[in-house]
């Protein structure tokens, strides 16, 4: 295995493209391409464009040559799965499998796909993002708009056998439509997923906390529906690990209540954590529905990530999220108890290349401070 950090030219020409795809980024592609039209539409564009370039060979060999930073440093091993680099796309932007061929050539560790359903799902009503720029933020009411767990879960055991690096984890969750039902038809509606999810994916990730349905979020609101949804789940046999989204906005008196269940059960990670719902000192139009990314999460995700691991140890691996923009705040998050880290609004507000970015910067950031593998990092802080 030759590593690009290892190579002089092959470093230096993915420095400079990186460099020019940051400047391009910023200057011609985001004002006139994606940032010029409503965020809905924007979307619609970004999976327009993956859709048409997965099938153009040489266009992906070229991302791969210039993007795909490679780092023994960065390689890690969480929860029995070999990662490339601890970086993953977080659940929710590529809610129907259609990204893998170009964030695999772009250096992505894994991505998780879906959040996905058991049945096909239309989602809220639109718009499903506001644009909240002075905060690096997106406004997301979404509601689990997407194509049903039985195609995305076939689109992403087809993308993971293919894959030349990239490991892919699928995120289900309940069903948001207007056949939603009681607790049972909700822990039918995970079971349904999980089945049709079970040895086809490197990771499974149960979304419990997904703040714009119908049907709230039940089964983080009290210990003993969540015992139930995890009583059904372990009796489905899968050799792939589980993580569990967590809400942000819990005190920690009841989430401690919540991942006491969930330490019981066949879970082995947690992604910590989903959208900022608490709007304190944010200028929001009041009409605007749903919950935020990017920048609002930040300090709040980290605060719960270091409170998980110093109560639970390494009972649970954490997977990171929120706010992540630039290389140290990757390692903040790393520090502070992640093994893993995702994210999302990064792509929109700095661009494709930020990967790229936050790999490189990542590894320098761990060789300036004597680590020889990203997995010494984990904690650090602590
Ligand atoms: C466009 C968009 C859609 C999202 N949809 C989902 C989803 O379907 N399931 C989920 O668990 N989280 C979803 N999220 C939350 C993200 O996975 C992530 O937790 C959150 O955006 C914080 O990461 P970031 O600051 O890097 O964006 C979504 C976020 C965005 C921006």
């Given at each position: 295995m030759s590593y690009v950090s290892e190579s002089f030219w092959h470093d230096a020409v993915n420095k400079a493209t990186t460099d020019l795809f940051t400047f391009g980024y910023k200057h011609i592609i985001k004002p006139?391409?994606?940032?010029?039209?409503?965020?809905?539409?924007?979307?619609?564009?970004?999976?327009t464009f993956c859709q048409l370039t997965?099938?153009?060979?040489?266009?992906?060999?070229l991302?791969?040559?210039?993007?795909?930073?490679?780092?023994?440093?960065?390689?890690?091993?969480?929860?029995?799965?070999?990662?490339?680099?601890?970086?993953?796309?977080?659940?929710?932007?590529?809610?129907?499998?259609?990204?893998?061929?170009?964030?695999?050539?772009?250096g992505f560790g894994f991505e998780t796909?879906?959040?996905?359903?058991?049945?096909?799902?239309?989602g809220n009503a639109k718009p499903w993002f506001h644009r909240l720029p002075e905060y690096d933020s997106m406004m997301v009411h979404v509601g689990l708009a997407n194509i049903g767990s039985d195609t995305v879960i076939e689109r992403a055991e087809q993308a993971w056998t293919k894959a030349r690096s990239m490991q892919i984890s699928v995120s289900i969750a309940?069903?948001?439509?207007?056949?939603?039902?009681?607790?049972?038809?909700?822990?039918?509606d995970y079971c349904i997923s999980m089945r049709r999810a079970a040895g086809r994916t490197a990771m499974v990730e149960v979304n419990v906390s997904c703040p714009n349905t119908k049907a709230g979020?039940?089964?983080?609101?009290?210990?003993?529906?969540?015992?139930?949804?995890?009583?059904?789940?372990?009796?489905?046999?899968?050799?792939?690990?589980?993580?569990?989204?967590?809400?942000?906005?819990?005190?920690?008196?009841?989430?401690?209540d919540l991942l006491d269940v969930l330490a019981e059960h066949n879970v082995q990670g947690l992604s910590i954590a989903n959208l900022q719902k608490d709007r304190t000192g944010l200028a929001i139009p009041h009409d605007w529905e749903g919950g935020l990314s990017g920048g609002p999460t930040y300090r709040a995700?980290?605060?719960?990530?270091?409170?998980?691991?110093?109560?639970?140890?390494?009972?649970?691996?954490?997977?990171?999220?929120?706010?992540?923009?630039?290389?140290?705040?990757?390692?903040?998050?790393?520090?502070?108890g992640a093994d893993l880290?995702?994210?999302?609004?990064?792509?929109?507000?700095?661009?494709?290349?930020?990967?790229?970015?936050?790999?490189?910067?990542?590894?320098?950031?761990?060789?300036?401070?004597?680590?020889?593998?990203?997995s010494e990092a984990v904690g650090a802080d602590l």
């Open positions: 006139n391409f994606v940032f010029n039209v409503p965020p809905d539409e924007a979307h619609d564009r970004m999976i997965k099938n153009i060979t040489p266009l992906m060999w991302e791969r040559q210039m993007l795909n930073y490679t780092d023994p440093v960065l390689e890690t091993t969480v929860m029995g799965v070999d990662f490339a680099n601890p970086f993953g796309l977080s659940a929710g932007l590529d809610k129907n499998c259609e990204m893998p061929v170009l964030l695999d050539n772009a796909v879906g959040s996905t359903t058991s049945r096909v799902c239309p309940r069903t948001n439509d207007s056949l939603t039902g009681d607790l049972a038809e909700g822990i039918e979020e039940p089964f983080t609101a009290s210990p003993d529906n969540l015992d139930q949804l995890f009583t059904a789940l372990d009796r489905i046999d899968r050799p792939q690990p589980t993580l569990v989204k967590l809400p942000l906005n819990k005190p920690w008196a009841e989430l401690k995700s980290n605060d719960l990530i270091r409170q998980v691991r110093r109560e639970y140890g390494d009972r649970f691996a954490i997977a990171g999220i929120g706010g992540v923009f630039i290389p140290e705040q990757a390692y903040a998050k790393i520090r502070s880290v995702m994210f999302i609004s990064a792509l929109m507000y700095r661009g494709p290349q930020q990967i790229t970015v936050l790999k490189r910067g990542l590894a320098e950031l761990l060789k300036r401070d004597g680590f020889e593998h990203v």
